[in-house]
């Protein structure tokens, strides 16, 4: 079981700073996913812990030792690459067993190794068949299981499902999560895909230009995002982001302007008159006045009807845009008119900056 | 209604089909000039090898591709005419010819990989100094080389001709390589690295494997050069026993007495030999190098 820590870790490509400054400490046993946009530096970071990228500043630690200028095959770590990386011209077997040959175990105990990863994820069928012979899906197992096999300290996952399709991906994340319960090892993940960071991991890492934004349980960054970026990032449709203005403070409660509407909300710390901004995620605006918090009217532009819940897209009274979801099939069509409203439970609010205010 | 309407859209497009391509006389005729250019280029060819099988005084007298008197005597005469068995020159070509390929084939992989695969300081400049070297004619550096042989005590020896390929002097070979092996995805590498390889195993284990196209194309091409190499064996071999092929075919042609035409015609054919043997077997491998390069020679 092993730690991973990550101090004032820095990267730098010439005088263009990549990675600026990452802190992160990952418990034993630990499932962490990065998530972020495209460009903001997690498949960096993940291959600067990989080993295949040296690190331009601050330390790695796996275990509490320096692992800086440690060789890849020395920090007991295996990679699963998107692409999935296999030798086209080895079969399934001698896929796994690469790492065991150049390591010069005996070959009774590849062997060994070999089958019992096999095994586990159901390919013992495939050792004799060439990559070129196996489908996506079975050959990103034989890649999991190139992984299992050096019984490494620490998974790396680099994006591994991005190149299957829809219901091929869901069902490898089951198995991937499936995997993290029988194994209990680390396992880093890297994914721009913010549903795989959500039912995947333990605690999530949101990134955005090398610099870590929020660093917590799912939940958590899903309660309690840390700024506007994050907020935004995470939850699907996107969280409906209000510009309001800080109308009074008093007694407990502060209230916001928003489109005419007087919008209460637990005590923030701001001034009045101050500009700030108003998170509301869809799947918490409701039609009916139950929530407490009077949102106003909102004239439907476009409705989405998935079966199971109904998006509409539309408008509020200052021509702010504004989604809901609701729940079941609801007989809204573009052009109505609906009274929303929210819970003050569920209302984020951002200053200029972006920086979470309430508590 | 709906089928009378695909059976003719069916109709139409078979008979434009016939429309395009060329009636029966036209095809005939097309055929007929092909096989007629095919035969002029051939007949030199074609006139080497049957007059090989035709007594001397016949040779020149007829045009005929058909020799009137078959024999074989040419061929005796050619084998065992110069002092040295025929034999042994083509086992001199064979043996310069099969080191230059394992030479080129060992020496002109590992500098490539190099150049794609390793990073060491000065990388850029030393690749371009190497596609340099290919724009160096022959005839320039021919008498510098010569002068080192000369002092390392090479002449007359075959190493001149063998042991700089197993020091990649061939940028052409490299060029190759280099082109093919930036399209191995540097992925393997680095799932490679990962598995503890270090950049010789990788070498070994992942690149030189999945390389198979250009280390043939690389080594048909080595040995069909150095199989029809004429200059640097004449520069270097001055021994008759030394000969390699080409140098025996021209020991029977003499500016001064009777030159032996048919012994030489039966020599040279069996000189083409092997050369017609492998471009029957990469013929594929041969026009695509030939068509990309712009290289005959």
């Not at chain 1, 046993?29 to 903001?40: A, I, M, N, T, W």
């Not at chain 1, 620490?154 to 499902?161: A, C, G, N, R």
């Not at chain 1, 504004?322 to 003050?344: E, R, Y």
Request: with cysteine; hydrophobic share 45%; proline share 4%.
């Amino acid at each position: 079981m092993t730690t991973l820590a990550l101090k004032k870790i820095e990267k730098r490509y010439g005088a263009t700073e990549v990675i600026r400054g990452v802190d992160l400490n990952i418990q034993s046993g630990e499932f962490v996913v990065f998530v972020g946009p495209s460009g903001c530096g997690k498949s960096t970071l993940l291959r600067m812990i990989a080993g295949l990228e040296p690190i331009s500043g601050g330390e790695l630690r796996i275990d509490d030792q320096r692992m800086n200028h440690k060789a890849a095959s020395e920090r007991g770590i295996a990679m699963v690459f998107q692409s999935y990386a296999l030798y086209p011209h080895m079969s399934v077997y001698k896929n796994m067993s690469f790492g065991l040959e150049t390591a010069k175990m005996p070959k009774a105990e590849i062997d060994k190794r070999v089958r019992k990863a096999a095994e586990i994820l159901q390919i013992t069928q495939l050792l004799e068949r060439k990559p070129k012979q196996l489908s996506g899906g079975q050959r990103q197992r034989v890649a999991i299981g190139r992984a299992i096999v050096r019984d490494p300290k620490i998974f790396l996952f680099d994006e591994p499902l991005s190149n299957l399709d829809a219901e091929l991906r869901v069902q490898t994340r089951v198995e991937i999560a499936k995997l993290h319960a029988d194994i209990g090892a680390t396992m880093i993940y890297v994914t721009h895909d913010q549903v795989e960071a959500m039912t995947l991991a333990d605690r999530i890492v949101v990134l955005r230009a090398g610099v870590i934004e929020q660093f917590g349980t799912p939940l958590e960054i899903y309660n309690k995002p840390a700024n506007r970026f994050v907020a935004g990032f995470i939850g699907s449709p996107k969280m409906n982001f209000f510009d309001v203005v800080a109308a009074r403070q008093q007694a407990g409660k502060t209230t916001l302007s928003l489109a005419g509407a007087n919008v209460a909300v637990p005590e923030i710390e701001t001034t009045e008159g101050a500009k700030l901004c108003l998170g509301v995620r869809p799947e918490h605006i409701t039609t009916d006045a139950k929530g407490g918090v009077a949102l106003g009217d909102m004239t439907a532009t476009h409705v989405e009807h998935l079966g199971g819940q109904t998006i509409v897209y539309g408008r509020l009274a200052d021509a702010q845009s504004i989604i809901v979801t609701l729940d079941g099939q609801k007989t809204v069509q573009a052009g109505d008119t609906i009274k929303v409203g929210t819970n003050p439970d569920y209302c984020h609010v951002f200053n200029t900056d972006g920086l979470r205010l309430c508590e | 209604m709906t089928d009378i309407a695909h059976a003719s859209a069916l109709d139409d497009a078979r008979a434009s089909d016939d429309a395009n391509k060329p009636s029966l006389i036209g095809r005939t005729l097309i055929y007929c000039i092909l096989v007629a250019a095919s035969f002029v280029m051939l007949y030199p060819l074609l006139w080497m090898v049957s007059s090989s099988l035709k007594p001397e005084n016949e040779i020149f007298s007829t045009t005929s591709l058909i020799p009137q008197n078959l024999t074989f005597d040419a061929y005796r005469r050619g084998w065992n005419g110069l002092s040295v068995s025929f034999g042994w020159m083509f086992f001199n070509s064979l043996m310069i010819s099969v080191l230059v390929v394992i030479g080129n084939l060992i020496s002109c992989s590992m500098a490539a990989y190099a150049f794609t695969r390793l990073q060491f300081k000065g990388r850029g400049f030393w690749f371009a100094l190497m596609l340099g070297t290919m724009m160096m004619p022959q005839h320039a550096v021919l008498i510098p080389q010569y002068l080192m042989f000369l002092k390392f005590g090479w002449v007359n020896t075959i190493l001149p001709l063998v042991i700089p390929k197993f020091f990649a002097i061939d940028a052409f070979f490299i060029f190759l390589m280099v082109q093919f092996f930036r399209g191995i995805p540097r992925d393997l590498d680095e799932a490679a690295v990962m598995d503890g390889a270090g950049p010789l195993r990788i070498f070994l284990k992942v690149i030189l494997p999945l390389s198979t196209p250009v280390l043939a194309t690389a080594a048909v091409f080595s040995f069909i050069w150095t199989w029809d190499d004429f200059f640097a064996p004449l520069i270097y071999l001055n021994d008759i026993e030394k000969y390699t092929a080409q140098l025996g075919l021209r020991t029977f042609v003499d500016a001064t007495a009777q030159s032996d035409w048919g012994a030489l015609l039966a020599m040279s054919t069996l000189t083409v030999l092997p050369i017609f043997i492998l471009f029957v077997l990469f013929q594929r491998l041969l026009i695509e190098g030939i068509a990309t390069t712009g290289m005959k020679r």
